[in-house]
């Protein structure tokens, strides 16, 4: 081999290197400001009843659901779980944060004792 090609080598293993270092920070990132959110809601989260609004198909199977909290209406959505049967139209029980109520989750999804969402 000759040096070009060892150049060229470890510059690839460098921009690998790097790659996955970026990789392990982005995860590490997403997963503190997931379980943060989850966190929340599951020490502080309050609890109030929504409804199914719309079933969708794009990312794979997510039901979106309204919610209001003092007047005003928030949206979230959440992947379909086995355990929910929720259909447009059903109520289901939501947990929110009180200080910032669009981070927000059915409560099936957060507190165990919600199993059930109609």
């Known amino acids: 081999m000759d040096e070009k090609e060892e150049d060229v080598k470890e510059k690839r293993k460098g921009q690998i ?5 970026f990789s392990l920070i982005l995860i ?3 997963s503190h400001y997931y379980y943060t959110n ?12 929504g409804y199914v609004y719309d079933i969708s ?3 794979g199977m997510k039901f979106v659901y309204r919610f209001c ?3 005003r209406e928030y949206r979230g959505g959440s ?3 086995t355990k929910s049967t929720a259909l447009v139209g ?6 929110y944060n009180p200080d910032n109520p669009e981070n927000s989750n059915p ?3 957060v507190l165990d004792k919600y199993v059930g969402v109609k």
């Open 38 to 49: 989850f966190y929340i809601l599951e020490k502080n989260g309050q609890i109030t009843k």
């Open 79 to 81: 992947n379909m779980q």
């Open 28 to 30: 590490l990132i997403l």
């Open 17 to 21: 290197q790097t790659l996955v270092a």
């Open 90 to 95: 059903d109520s289901i029980t939501i947990i």
């Open 107 to 109: 409560a099936c999804d």
């Open 57 to 59: 198909l794009s990312n």
């Open 69 to 71: 909290v003092d007047g």
